[in-house]
């Protein structure tokens, strides 16, 4: 369970540096009056949906270290055989690092009011997400083939179980990511999609980087900083 | 509303939040079905919780009837016995409270509380609500599919619960995995509103530090509510894996009736962690919205300021934190290492002192108060004492040497009953009545609540107080008959069909809360719009039952904290938080 008890020390020392700008030691029981000078009255100045992505992000953020928590502990156990990573995922990854970036693109030109520039990375970013899940489908299929069932070792299965969480969320953004593009295609004002290009650049970054979280996780490569992680807690 | 001196108004700065573009309903479709106004999806939410709830306490009363009076009631298998226990408990505990005060109360008071019109993403809202709905409506099915409703206990813990001869294990786990799912999905959806609504829709001047207590409660339940539930969430998945496709996360290698079964090598531990990352801070995601309600109620009907504000809001935050290291006192006896016994029962040791400060606080708010024995008065007592009652016996299961001899006991039955079912349900009806009339203009009748408290109370004590006895005898909990053992006496027999006959009457106390609560609707008397004198911004509406969008025109200015009761010098026993000071406070100067 140390990957969610790090994720969750990690949300709680966010809150507790938000609280502590809130001044929680008020004496609201003296402070009466107008609240121009009290501090901390209002909200914060970003739109409430970027808050909402934010906050949604941390229970994504909880799953997936949840996911995580589950294998490492799994592992543990005798009959875990790893697989073979297929090298399609490297391609993958390029892929998806290629959409966060064509998003970021995107964000960049939209805060210069670039309408056709906003069109061009959103498009870029969408069928490249596209391809993504296309070649996740296709590693599934060469495991697949080469006898690495879902159901034949736990590893075979948390493989299947994380890429398809991850896919799916993905897929979720697509639908965001594509309602935007349609906007940008109609020709809508540039300042009007600003809001939500950043908010889908936002969770696309995020699957980025939980995917990079998790490729290190099926590599192996997480399973020296796992070792310690135990070690640390035994 | 407040008339306003312009004096006052002057350097108020302009709301930094720009009004909402409220969704405005066009049908009656729109308006009471598919409705986004976060009052009318309150009362959905509320209204369908109760409903299931019904459904956990008739349950409730045929697990008693078994255990009363074992062997006279045919039509009850030991599978059946089994279904009860895991429906009523899993009903209870997430499809009715945590469902009706997240997706009840929080949709009512947040934006009324904090002087919003609406949850900042009202469609957002309306789906929650529906996604719920099908969840509770999967959940029902699970009583009609072949083999009937999963008996694997409301822990599900594998790999009894999807191995053949658990009941319902042919249809009734994967559909009850499917209904948790689906709601935790919903419940994502509408907890990201009840928190972006606290951070980003407050009026003017309603500082953290100036909320009432319920909305930091119910607030600060909903994000533990957020970072738990996917523990379930992730658990429910991998076992509809191992259920339906054959992986083996949780499942052993395992002989069934006489036939190696397809799985190996699994961990049920591993599950037992997910499921109490979850379960544990479920206790508090249920326990934290009553405090805050409970608070809120004590200060209104005893005419005085909560005692210790700043350390309520303290002890809330402190409590949300530390239950997510408390989690595997409820695994004492999993066979995990022995050493993590240690420190979890330490964390739940130090998790007593928030919520002992609390209780304090809660006492030292009705000392002198001018206390009103009105029926939210009341259950706020009953609360009080029910939770103190539960929280001690939860001490002594907290410790591994105390808990390893009791585990699996009626005592364990007892104290969670208490600490998690009868405490949690008075706050409910507490607050049902306290805010009956805001929902409906109208008041609760007096006598039948009266005689509702009465019997729920009494009848409460009378089935859950015996039952730690029966768990110190060492009386087995989720047996279907106990028959004649040598450690328990004849006596105790006696003390279960008498808890069984309270658990009826305190059953058939409920249909005369439900009657009033339909009957008050149209012949209740009126309420006016703050009829119990509160200070929070709720009762200020210019409306009573409010409006949609709640504030009229304008919304309203907040100038002081929710506490401000029988203020020495006011006119009044209580200054609500929108009016302004009679005198402005010089500038710059803060006691």
Known sequence: MSAIILFTAGIAAIAGWWLSQQRLAAKPWLEEGAIGDFRGGGASSL????????????????????????????????????????????FNTGILIVSSAALQWAQVAARRDDGDGVLLGLLAGGVSAVVFLIGQLLAWQQLNTAGYFLAANPANAFFYLITATHGLHLLGGLVALGRTTVKA???????????????????????????????????????????ICRQLLT | MVDVPSDVLVGIPPAEVGEVDLYHPRSWWTRYVFSQDAKVIA??????????????????????????????????????????????????????????????????????????????????????????????????????????????????????????????QEAGIIMMLLSLILLIIGFTIGGLNYVVTVLQARTRGMTLMRMPLTVWGIFTATVMALLAFPALFVASVMMLLDRLLGTSFFMPTLVEMGQQTKYSGGSPLLFQHLFWFFGHPEVYIVALPAFGIVSDLISTHARKNIFGYRMMVWAIVGIGALSFVVWAHHMYVSGMNPKFGFFFATTTLIIAVPTAIKVYNWILTLWRGDIHLTIPMLFAL??????????????FLGNVVVDVPLSDTMFVVAHFHMVMGVAPIMVVFGAIYHWYPKVTGRMLNEALGRFHFWVTFL???????????????????????????????????????????????????????VFNLIWSLSKGKESGGNPWGATTLEWQTPETPPAHGNWGKELPVVYRWAYDYSVPGAKRDFVPQNEPPTRLAPQGVHP
């Not at chain 1, 909880?62 to 697989?83: G, P, Q, T």
């Not at chain 2, 009953?382 to 001490?395: M, R, S």
Request: hydrophobic share 55%; glycine share 10%; charged share 10%.
């Open chain 2, 459 to 513: 009848g409460a004590y009378a089935v859950f107080f015996p039952m730690h006895y029966l768990g110190l005898l060492g009386m087995p909990r989720r047996y279907h008959d106990i028959g004649e053992t040598a450690f328990v006496p004849a006596s105790a027999h006696d003390l279960n069909a008498f808890m069984s006959v309270a658990a009826l009457v305190v059953g058939f106390a409920q249909l005369v809360f």
């Open chain 2, 382 to 395: 009953a609360f009080i004492i029910t939770f103190v009652n539960g929280g001690l016996t939860g001490l």
């Open chain 1, 185 to 227: 295609w109609r020709g809508v004002e540039t300042p009007r999609l600003r809001l939500s290009v950043e908010l889908c650049t936002m969770y696309w970054h995020f699957l980025l980087l939980v995917w990079l979280v998790l490729l290190a996780l099926l590599t192996g490569w997480a399973d020296d900083f796992a070792a």
């Open chain 2, 43 to 168: 009362v959905q939410y509320s209204v369908t919780a109760m409903a299931i709830g019904m459904v956990a306490l008739v349950l409730s009363w045929l697990m008693r009837l078994q255990l009363g009076f074992p062997g006279t009631f045919s039509f009850i298998d030991p599978s059946q016995y089994l279904q009860f226990i895991t429906m009523h408990g899993m009903i209870m505990v997430i499809y009715l409270l945590t469902a009706l005060f997240l997706g009840g109360f929080g949709n009512y008071l947040i934006p009324l509380m904090v002087g919003a019109r609406d949850m900042v993403f009202p469609y957002a809202n309306m789906l929650s609500y529906w996604i719920y709905l099908l969840a509770v409506l999967v959940l029902v099915a699970t009583f009609f599919v072949p083999g009937g409703p999963t008996g694997g206990g409301w822990t599900l813990y594998p790999p009894q619960s999807i191995l053949s001869g658990s009941p319902g």
């Open chain 1, 47 to 90: 739109p409430a949906s970027k808050i909402g992505l934010g906050v949604f992000l941390a229970v994504v953020g909880s799953l997936f270290a949840l996911f995580i928590s589950a294998y490492s502990m799994r592992m543990e156990l005798i009959d875990w055989r790893s697989l073979p990573v297929p090298r399609l995922l490297w």
